[in-house]
């Protein structure tokens, strides 16, 4: 007798897949299946059984001891379509269970003796009354004892638990505060670590000896048959949106788990990101640990180390404090912006700065298509010229190892940091006082807590605030204020923003809380953009610049026809020529969601990849 069943293949863009077996095969499987022209067997999991159908099958080759569960399966399902996906691609996020290890079942008790404060206590009780809660607390109001308390309650009760960070925020500080109060039952989970060690503790997860893992984004996927709390730390930041396909944004599937698969989820941010301000309910928490007092000062200089900036530095120094120097990781492309009064040019119908063009000598808004010539003077002064700028932390690194030749200056980006021992060193050292002055980007900005820093240094912030996007100034002011919270976490700290927008963020960062901006913000964004629209991009790819932009034109026209959705951008992508690809991309949006997804499934071309929720 023969069964027949419909299979997902692993990292492939093709559809589900039918073929027979002599033998009864469990839902969920992994299976190995051979493909024409393939030499390889391919992986693939059974996702249902169906009827004989009325072509020839091939038979399934390898069944595995391991499996997908239903609910791996059930998110995957919803990633695909929400994600614009193939179920075989969103089921490759996961890592699945293996019938060859056993479980153990050990009760734990876990005590880690926090006394919270009485506001700390109130957001904690917030936090276990509602299903999703949105904790709103300021730097340094003690996000990270809530946290350690919910997971204590959590693992206590014979559950598992994930707290998400930024990759950038895992740090040696959160690990060994984590491993203080559960010990070995804790894992630390991100792309830094090795491959043996990945492999450790999927298997210490699966046979019941790891509890908790604090991990980057694909944290989320790991086999954990007993997860009951998923924390997301540092909710706003971007680096939660998948650049690769299916490109997920983790805190929202992290929401449509906790709502799918009863799951308590914690959002945590001192600048929470609008859509979780406005969907999720919340708890301010601004009162701090600490009393610091902290002193904003502005250089409307355009030069990168100014004499004010330099001399700032110097006295840092000579007091035995330490300097961090931040440059948005967008520093290191060009922006426009007027060298007399800080202005860039602006779209007249979108409110967003408009990007540069050097092929086609023209400024163009990315969301609308409205192109214009380059100005020769600024349009809001007319009197300043618009300048195209770069600033970049190898550049600044130079400039201060000459200035400062007697002092220790090191650099922490990406390009400088690539593995988990270069990281712990860099921290390690510089927490030991054994560098003076760090130059970063935002991997600086988050997770860490010295308190020798007394200044921190912000370049090429109106980068942020001028970029053709509408998160532009939430990008801004959000990554200003986490900045601003590593200077002076005891005692007194100083912030210099290098800008020619002082009234802008003087305006919030002295003057008003961070929620009186989401609350203006939520208003400019009524009739335009998200959490009121979804917006979505499509990008055309292709060796071949006439095969491409034929196949970018002809959706075009076909997309401009459909009543359902709104096109409000189509224009050549920012970087036009990207890996030996031209590139084009078109912005859709829509009020309901339901027919911009038909729309969006309804596309096929080889050359498009899809970004649902697009941030930018």
């Given at each position: 007798?023969?069964?027949?069943?419909?299979?997902a293949?692993?990292?492939?863009?093709?559809?589900?897949?039918?073929?027979c077996?002599?033998?009864?095969?469990?839902?969920?499987?992994?299976?190995?299946?051979?493909l024409?022209?393939?030499?390889?067997?391919?992986?693939?999991?059974?996702?249902?059984?169906?009827?004989?159908?009325?072509?020839?099958?091939?038979?399934?080759?390898?069944?595995?001891?391991?499996?997908?569960?239903?609910?791996?399966?059930?998110?995957?399902?919803?990633?695909?379509?929400?994600?614009?996906?193939?179920?075989?691609?969103?089921?490759?996020?996961?890592?699945?269970?293996?019938?060859?290890?056993?479980?153990?079942?050990e009760?734990?008790?876990?005590?880690s003796?926090?006394?919270?404060s009485?506001e700390?206590?109130?957001?904690?009780?917030?936090?276990?009354?509602?299903?999703?809660?949105?904790l709103?607390?300021?730097?340094?109001?003690?996000?990270?004892?809530?946290?350690?308390?919910?997971?204590?309650?959590?693992l206590?009760?014979?559950?598992?638990?994930?707290?998400?960070?930024?990759?950038?925020?895992?740090?040696?500080?959160?690990?060994?505060?984590?491993?203080?109060?559960?010990?070995?039952?804790?894992?630390?989970?991100?792309?830094?670590?090795?491959?043996?060690?990945?492999?450790?503790?999927?298997?210490?997860?699966?046979?019941?000896?790891?509890?908790?893992?604090?991990?980057?984004?694909?944290?989320?996927f790991?086999?954990?048959?007993?997860?009951s709390?998923?924390?997301?730390?540092?909710?706003?930041?971007?680096?939660?949106?998948?650049?690769?396909?299916p490109?997920?944004?983790?805190?929202?599937?992290?929401?449509?788990?906790?709502?799918?698969?009863?799951?308590?989820?914690?959002?945590?941010?001192?600048?929470?990101?609008l859509?979780?301000?406005?969907?999720?309910?919340?708890?301010?928490?601004?009162k701090t640990?600490?009393?610091?007092?902290?002193?904003?000062?502005?250089?409307?200089?355009?030069?990168?180390?100014?004499?004010?900036?330099?001399?700032?530095?110097?006295?840092?120094?000579?007091?035995?404090?330490?300097?961090?120097i931040?440059?948005?990781?967008?520093?290191?492309?060009?922006?426009?912006?007027?060298?007399?009064?800080?202005?860039s040019?602006?779209?007249?119908?979108?409110?967003?700065?408009?990007?540069?063009?050097?092929?086609?000598?023209?400024?163009?808004?990315?969301?609308?298509?409205?192109?214009?010539?380059?100005?020769?003077?600024?349009?809001?002064?007319?009197?300043?010229?618009?300048?195209?700028?770069?600033?970049?932390?190898a550049?600044?690194?130079?400039?201060?190892?000459?200035?400062?030749?007697?002092?220790?200056?090191k650099r922490?980006?990406?390009?400088?940091?690539?593995?988990?021992?270069?990281?712990?060193?860099?921290?390690?050292?510089?927490?030991?006082?054994?560098?003076?002055?760090?130059?970063?980007?935002q991997?600086?900005?988050?997770?860490?807590?010295?308190?020798?820093?007394?200044?921190?240094?912000?370049?090429?912030?109106?980068?942020?605030?001028?970029?053709?996007?509408?998160?532009?100034?939430?990008?801004?002011?959000?990554?200003?204020?986490?900045?601003?919270?590593?200077?002076?976490?005891k005692?007194?700290?100083?912030?210099?923003?290098?800008?020619?927008?002082?009234?802008?963020?003087?305006?919030?960062?002295?003057?008003?809380?961070?929620?009186?901006?989401?609350?203006?913000?939520?208003?400019?964004?009524?009739?335009?953009?998200?959490?009121?629209?979804?917006?979505?991009?499509?990008?055309?790819?292709?060796?071949?610049?006439?095969?491409?932009?034929?196949?970018?034109?002809?959706?075009?026209?076909?997309?401009?026809?459909?009543?359902?959705?709104?096109?409000?951008?189509?224009?050549?992508?920012?970087?036009f020529?990207?890996?030996?690809?031209?590139?084009?991309?078109?912005?859709?949006?829509?009020?309901?969601?339901?027919?911009?997804?038909?729309?969006?499934?309804?596309?096929?071309?080889?050359?498009?990849?899809?970004?649902?929720?697009?941030?930018y």
């Amino acid at each position: 007798m023969s069964f027949f069943y419909e299979l997902a293949l692993l990292k492939s863009p093709l559809d589900n897949l039918t073929y027979c077996s002599d033998e009864k095969i469990d839902i969920g499987s992994l299976v190995e299946v051979s493909l024409q022209r393939r030499k390889v067997l391919s992986k693939a999991v059974v996702i249902k059984e169906v009827e004989k159908p009325a072509f020839k099958c091939t038979t399934i080759q390898t069944v595995t001891e391991q499996y997908y569960s239903k609910e791996m399966i059930k998110v995957a399902t919803f990633t695909s379509m929400y994600y614009v996906s193939s179920l075989g691609e969103a089921l490759s996020l996961y890592i699945p269970f293996d019938k060859t290890i056993d479980k153990k079942d050990e009760n734990d008790n876990f005590k880690s003796n926090i006394e919270l404060s009485k506001e700390q206590e109130e957001a904690y009780e917030f936090c276990l009354k509602n299903k999703q809660s949105l904790l709103f607390a300021n730097t340094g109001a003690g996000k990270t004892e809530i946290y350690i308390k919910a997971i204590e309650a959590h693992l206590n009760s014979g559950n598992q638990a994930i707290l998400l960070m930024p990759e950038i925020s895992l740090t040696p500080q959160m690990q060994k505060r984590l491993e203080k109060v559960f010990k070995e039952k804790v894992a630390i989970w991100h792309s830094k670590i090795t491959k043996k060690r990945k492999n450790e503790i999927i298997k210490n997860i699966l046979c019941g000896d790891i509890k908790l893992v604090a991990g980057a984004r694909s944290a989320l996927f790991l086999p954990l048959d007993k997860l009951s709390l998923i924390i997301v730390d540092e909710e706003h930041d971007e680096s939660y949106k998948s650049d690769s396909k299916p490109r997920y944004n983790t805190k929202d599937l992290a929401l449509y788990i906790s709502k799918t698969l009863d799951i308590q989820v914690i959002l945590g941010s001192a600048t929470p990101s609008l859509n979780s301000y406005h969907k999720v309910p919340f708890y301010r928490l601004s009162k701090t640990y600490f009393d610091t007092k902290k002193s904003i000062n502005y250089d409307d200089s355009t030069s990168n180390l100014s004499p004010k900036i330099v001399n700032k530095i110097k006295s840092t120094i000579e007091q035995n404090h330490q300097v961090i120097i931040f440059l948005p990781t967008r520093a290191n492309y060009k922006y426009q912006v007027c060298t007399t009064c800080g202005s860039s040019v602006e779209c007249p119908f979108c409110s967003v700065s408009m990007s540069l063009h050097k092929n086609s000598l023209a400024l163009k808004c990315h969301y609308c298509g409205y192109t214009q010539q380059i100005p020769k003077s600024c349009p809001s002064c007319n009197t300043g010229v618009i300048h195209n700028l770069r600033v970049g932390t190898a550049q600044i690194e130079e400039e201060l190892n000459f200035i400062f030749e007697d002092k220790t200056v090191k650099r922490f980006d990406r390009d400088e940091v690539k593995t988990d021992k270069e990281l712990r060193k860099v921290l390690e050292d510089f927490n030991s006082n054994k560098i003076d002055i760090l130059v970063g980007t935002q991997m600086l900005s988050k997770g860490h807590d010295y308190h020798n820093v007394k200044l921190a240094v912000v370049l090429g912030i109106d980068s942020i605030l001028k970029m053709n996007s509408y998160k532009a100034r939430e990008r801004a002011l959000s990554l200003l204020i986490q900045i601003s919270g590593r200077s002076g976490r005891k005692g007194e700290g100083e912030v210099v923003i290098q800008t020619q927008n002082r009234e802008f963020f003087d305006f919030y960062l002295n003057n008003r809380d961070y929620k009186e901006f989401l609350d203006e913000e939520l208003t400019f964004r009524e009739d335009l953009y998200p959490p009121y629209y979804k917006l979505a991009k499509i990008l055309f790819a292709h060796t071949n610049g006439l095969k491409v932009k034929d196949e970018f034109d002809k959706y075009t026209n076909i997309l401009k026809t459909n009543e359902n959705i709104e096109l409000v951008g189509a224009n050549q992508s920012p970087i036009f020529k990207l890996a030996n690809k031209y590139r084009y991309e078109i912005i859709v949006r829509s009020r309901n969601v339901k027919p911009l997804l038909e729309v969006l499934h309804s596309i096929e071309s080889p050359m498009v990849s899809i970004d649902m929720d697009t941030i930018y």
